[in-house]
């Protein structure tokens, strides 16, 4: 019965839809009279209204959408969506502001007289008005009152035109800053933690352990990810498209003739090429930047782009009278003044220890002053002319409004789908499929492309990937990132913005189109670009790095980059590390046999030893590396016989334990009906047989179990715990071989720290004779601090601290000076002794500098603070590509 409330569900949904009812209403409405036909039928048929749901009842569902409403609106660490009235708020006053005529217009004259160049100019604009508005109906509106009528004035075709406006006019769907990139986080994120759970049960009900390694998790995304990553592949699609219309204009040459420009190419031309081009462009660069070098967040960076869409908007509503650029050029100018004041001096008032301090936190505020006089000069322009500001904020609130209406609405059906069950209906069906991960991935595109035909980008992101996206994700075999299928569902759903009969953008291009331009030419010009879009989507998903690459090397670069111990970085890290010993293995080891000559013998024996046996430890480094590697390359060669073996017992596990779950829910049932309707015994008899029928299954599927699986994953377990301990045995030797050389360096540095607190220790006697026990207390523990900030000072510190307490008064004790000048004098033997052999192996330190520098990036590489920019680099190109880890499922 849950299956056919699932259908009725999607019925009435498919319905709403289809009649033209609102989605923000559709969506909600369908769950409510769904979850109300379910609940009244099983109250009629068993007294139960819980009877015909598979998980909980009507009440689990009113507590979950109550969940989602507080996770969309109250929960402080959800603010993802914080970030969408920002750019919409950007791309709406942009739109007003009459950027993309000035654009349109500039560029045309500009590559007009190339052949296809009207045609590039337009996907050129419609590049830089997504990355700028990201407003689709605004960009093809204004292109296609603008662009359209120049295009069918010098012949261009009208099939050429039509597609390539539309199309630009999409790109701002999966260039950022993006709307669709923002809710794909959003949803995103809670799908990582639900495939978090689900490879954790299957690593869980494969290998026995309830803790699963942390480099085996999913990994999460977040706005600033997507955005990222979106980057490149917007890029690839902008250049397939330029790359298109060059190649037809020059092979059917009629089609996209050269438009000469009839004006000069001089200097004012010039100038307003780059007031048309450059102000964009700085807004991309301060968004986007801002972003990437990690000094604003996504919310952040889109309040940065609203105020510089309204100062753009200030001098563009003004042009042509005088004083237009004022507010402009103030606003400007503090923000130039604020950076340089900023690296210049200490912004903070706490910290003013003087009179530049004072003066710079001055300028600093000036700067903000005038900064705020621009901005708010620019507002009112914005307010003052046309009601610009006023109709700006109600189509954000609108905006806004929907976007959210619609993800409550679809947290409601989502609810609604999964409590019928329909979400394990989707999963059964994706993962009974023959083909593994890649046709499961190619169903679900094949699905979001088809619903594309008819539904929104909105509803897609909020519906779909919240069902699909956390059974993608779980699957160890291709491990893919969730910044990555979200980019690839982007480029996905930007086709419904293009598809006939229901493409938005061809609604708008036909609004504003002329009647000399066909219907049907229309949807004959978007075909060749609907399929570079999947041409795009082909190349994305099979070169991850294009969408992983940016938002690792952003991650590894950053101030919060992770320390290269992290679990995450070791394989990529050590393959760095196998490399550098291929290519400087013979420097390394000169480094380590010159560093086993030096003369140790001045150096107390603890430290000697220590240093001993790093350095010995630095040579085992080698021949630890190719034992783990000698690990690795044996369970890749045992993997073609075990994979095939393991991939169908898998399969098999999955069937038996879905045959479980179903044998459990029916016997239950069977047990309520006997309790609560024992006369219906045609229900029952019919429940009873299908416990006979899923039993019978069972019993087959235990039968197909290979009869050699258990020899040949015991075998196989021996290796992956070989390949284990080698690893951790490689990580053991070159922590321990570099740790000890750091010790050293730096007891040999503290030698001058030590000489300069000398003749202050050893004053503390006179403190402690005067009989000032409290005076003297402070003094010395004053000392401790500074002596525990040395390296290898720790017998000196210990001392002193015995003298301070020798001088507490306490209940039971009184202060004894002379104990405490034993100690004292304890400390000063231990400080003079330190001084004495510190100084004699002073002579060390150089070599010992030099040692530490040849193997810091390679056997000491672990032990660094952050990975060097080279290695991150290297480490990001490495954790691009998606990493087969199913061998440990």
């Known amino acids: 019965m849950e299956v056919l409330f699932v259908v009725i569900l999607v019925l009435l949904m498919a319905g709403a839809l289809a009649s033209g009812f609102p989605v923000a209403f559709a969506l909600p409405g369908s769950a409510i009279i769904s979850i109300l036909l379910a609940a009244a039928a099983g109250t009629i048929a068993t007294g139960n209204p819980d009877a015909f749901f598979a998980q909980g009842g009507p009440t689990n569902w009113l507590s979950a959408g109550v969940t989602n409403f507080r996770g969309i609106y109250w929960e402080v660490e959800r603010d993802t969506l914080i970030a969408i009235p920002l750019f919409v708020f950007m791309g709406i006053m942009l739109q007003r502001s009459k950027i993309a005529e000035d654009l349109l217009v500039s560029m045309a004259q500009l590559f007009g007289p190339i052949r296809g160049g009207l045609g590039i100019s337009v996907v050129f604009v419609g590049a830089l008005l997504a ?20 295009m069918m004035r010098n012949n261009y075709a009208n099939w050429l035109s039509t597609g390539t406006i539309a199309a630009s006019g999409t790109l701002g769907q999966i260039i950022p800053p993006s709307i669709v990139l923002i809710i794909l986080a959003d949803q995103l994120s809670n799908a990582v933690d639900q495939a978090s759970s689900l490879r954790t049960n299957l690593y869980k009900a494969a290998t026995g352990d309830f803790s699963m390694p942390s480099e085996f998790a999913v990994s999460s995304t977040s706005a600033g990810d997507m955005f990222m990553g979106a980057l490149i592949p917007g890029l690839v699609l902008v250049g397939l498209y330029m790359l298109f219309i060059f190649v037809v204009a020059f092979i059917r040459r009629d089609i996209a003739p050269p438009v000469p420009f009839e004006g000069s190419y001089d200097r004012r031309f010039a100038l307003r090429v780059t007031l048309a081009l450059v102000p964009p462009l700085t807004l991309i660069f301060v968004v986007l930047g801002s972003i990437i070098t990690g000094v604003a967040t996504v919310n952040q960076a889109g309040a940065i782009g609203a105020i510089g869409a309204t100062v753009m908007a200030g001098y563009r509503l003004y042009e042509g009278r005088r004083g237009a650029f004022w507010p402009a050029i103030l606003t400007g100018g503090a923000m130039v003044a604020i950076l340089v004041i900023t690296n210049v001096w200490d912004i903070n008032i706490r910290a003013i220890h003087g009179p530049s301090e004072q003066f710079g936190v001055t300028l600093a505020v000036i700067a903000t002053v005038v900064f705020l006089i621009g901005v708010t000069w620019s507002l009112k322009r914005t307010y003052q002319t046309n009601e610009t500001l006023q109709g700006v904020m109600m189509e954000t609130a609108k905006t806004t409004s929907l976007v959210f209406i619609i993800l409550l609405g679809a947290a409601m059906l989502t609810s609604a789908f999964r409590g019928f069950g329909g979400e394990e209906l989707v999963k059964e069906f994706l993962l009974g499929m023959p083909g593994g991960f890649w046709a499961q991935f190619i169903i679900v595109m094949a699905v979001i492309f088809i619903l594309g035909f008819f539904l929104d980008f909105i509803e897609i992101a909020v519906v779909v990937v919240p069902i699909v996206a956390p059974i993608l994700l779980a699957d160890p075999s291709a491990n893919i990132t969730a910044v990555w299928l ?52 082909v190349i994305v998903g099979l070169n991850p790095p294009l969408v992983n690459y940016l938002p690792t090397r952003i991650s590894l670069l950053g101030e919060t980059a992770p320390p290269p111990q992290n679990p995450r970085l070791q394989a990529c890290i050590e393959d760095y590390v196998h490399e550098a010993f291929l290519e400087r293995g013979d420097e390394i080891r000169a480094a380590i046999q010159s560093a086993q000559s030096w003369d140790l013998s001045g150096v107390p024996s603890g430290i000697a030893n220590n240093v001993t046996r790093a350095v010995a430890g630095a040579g085992n480094a080698f021949q630890a590396l190719e034992d783990a590697r000698a690990s690795t390359a044996a369970i890749d060669e045992a993997a073609g016989v075990y994979d095939p073996i393991r991939t169908e017992v898998r399969r098999i596990e999955a069937d038996l334990r879905r045959h479980e779950e179903e044998l459990k829910a029916v016997r239950q049932r069977v047990g309520q009906l006997q309790r609560q309707a024992p006369d219906e015994v045609a229900t029952i008899q019919r429940l009873q047989d299908r416990v006979d029928v899923l039993q019978a299954e069972k019993e087959v599927l235990e039968a197909e179990m290979p009869e050699t699986w258990d020899e040949v994953h015991a075998e196989f377990k021996k290796l992956l715990a070989v390949e284990k301990r080698a690893y951790l045995n490689y990580r053991r030797v070159v922590d321990s071989a570099y740790e000890p050389i750091q010790e050293f360096m730096r007891i040999l540095r503290g030698a001058d720290g030590l000489v300069a607190l000398e003749a202050e220790l050893k004053g503390l006697a006179d403190i402690i004779r005067s009989g000032d026990s409290e005076a003297a207390i402070e003094q010395i523990q004053a000392m401790e601090s500074r002596v525990g900030d040395i390296e290898g000072a720790g017998d000196i510190r210990s001392a002193l601290s015995k003298a301070r307490r020798e001088l507490r008064t306490t209940n039971t004790q009184q202060p004894d000076a002379n104990a405490a000048l034993q100690e004292h004098a304890k400390a000063v033997e231990d400080l003079e002794s330190e001084i004495a052999w510190r100084t004699r192996a002073g002579a060390l330190l150089p070599q010992v500098e030099a040692y530490e520098d040849a193997i810091d990036d390679t056997i000491g590489l672990r032990q660094q603070p952050r ?5 991150a680099l290297h480490v990001a190109s490495c954790s691009s590509e998606h990493r087969n880890i199913s061998l440990n499922f």
């Open 486 to 537: 979200g980019v690839m569902i982007g480029l996905n759903i930007q086709t419904s913005f293009l598809t006939p009969p229901f493409g938005f953008a061809l609604f708008y291009l036909r609004g504003v189109a002329p009647a000399a331009v066909k219907t049907l030419q229309m949807y004959k010009g978007v075909v060749p670009f609907i399929a570079l879009q999947l041409l795009a989507l």
């Open 131 to 150: 990355a700028t508005t990201g407003i689709l109906g605004a960009t093809v509106v204004a292109m296609g009152l603008i662009s359209l009528p120049a």
């Open 867 to 871: 990975l060097p920019r080279e290695i």
